[in-house]
């Protein structure tokens, strides 16, 4: 009984060595303190992580958890070890770390190449997966979300950055989404960086009368962007708005003769879309919430 209670203590010190030595690992993804490549890339081998296989990073963050007492912090660092308990359980495959107050990192394989849609799908089942267990666990509120998917070393750290970026885009157009997929807004997310500076301010400019004479209801910017979000299809814009089709082209031409720009021109349309982006809580991503709004004024 003495000699098996003691391999018993063995194995659970070997397992906690092995957990600490796979969080450290990916702390080290997230930061890079300065190990070298080769240090690094001979720890990935020692932890079976091929660096050939592209990997996303997935980021499961509690915004507020700065905010609150040392008490509070000690309550949401149990439960995201918790939550890092049950995903190690149901995927012993992934990589986590906790890596700061209030957020989880994983690391996990995705196909970096394929069919847009497809992979686009496959994200949102892996996020919708590991959120549903993650928030069995967790008291406050809390998004998750995926970064690109990039082979090598600098590639789960740019997944990271991106994931953290994603977060930010995706939060400021939905406050009430849980999850965000850089799949979904790499547009956005790319785009964000032109977030300061002269061009940013340049492409603000493309959106300034427009957004002027629109202050009070908001109309024509959601039909720009119901327009674009659905390919410039006038048919299917007017059905999706529940306007007429004569009333949608009133409303383009004055979109045209507010921003000076010529919807049917491929350049002008971009420099239009690329501002519609930058524009913070644009509704080009609000899914139905545009059409909704015009249906319940075109009651009214």
């Known amino acids: 009984m003495a000699e098996m209670m003691l391999e018993q203590a063995r194995l659970v010190s070997e397992l906690q060595h092995e957990k600490r ?65 049950d995903l190690s359980a149901r995927w012993p495959s992934l990589l986590m770390a906790v890596v700061s107050p209030g957020e989880l990192v994983l690391l996990d394989a995705f196909p970096a190449s394929g069919p847009q849609q ?31 998917a990039l082979p090598g070393l600098d590639g789960a750290t740019a997944s990271y950055e991106s ?55 908001g109309t024509l ?16 814009t007017a059905r999706a708005l529940h306007i007429h089709r004569n009333t949608l082209d009133y409303r383009l031409q004055k979109i045209a003769e507010l921003t000076g720009l010529d919807l049917d021109d491929t350049d002008d349309r971009l420099l239009l879309y690329v501002a519609l982006q930058l524009n913070e809580g644009s509704p080009v991503y609000n899914g139905g919430s545009t059409e909704k709004k015009e249906c319940n004024e075109r009651r009214h």
């Open 221 to 236: 910017m959601r039909t720009l962007a119901a327009w674009f979000r659905h390919h410039s299809h006038p048919m299917a």
């Open 21 to 85: 030595y796979r969080e450290e690992f990916v702390f080290q993804l997230v930061y890079r303190t300065g190990i070298s490549d080769a240090s690094m890339q001979a720890w990935a081998a020692r932890l079976a992580v091929d660096l050939r296989v592209p990997r996303a990073m997935f980021v499961l963050e509690i915004p507020a958890a700065g905010d609150g007492p040392g008490e509070r912090l000690d309550q949401v660092l149990t439960q995201l070890q918790q939550v890092q308990s």
């Open 163 to 217: 994931a953290k970026q994603t977060a930010r885009v995706g939060r400021a157009r939905d406050a009430g989404q849980a999850t965000f997929s850089y799949l979904e807004l790499s547009l956005p997310v790319l785009l964000s960086g032109l977030q300061a500076g002269w061009q940013a301010e340049q492409l603000r400019q493309t959106l300034a009368r427009l957004q002027a004479h629109d202050r009070k209801s």
């Open 118 to 148: 497809a992979r686009a799908a496959q994200a949102r089942q892996r996020l919708l997966e590991l959120h549903q267990v993650a928030q069995q666990a967790l008291t406050p509120p809390a998004t998750l979300s995926m970064g690109v």
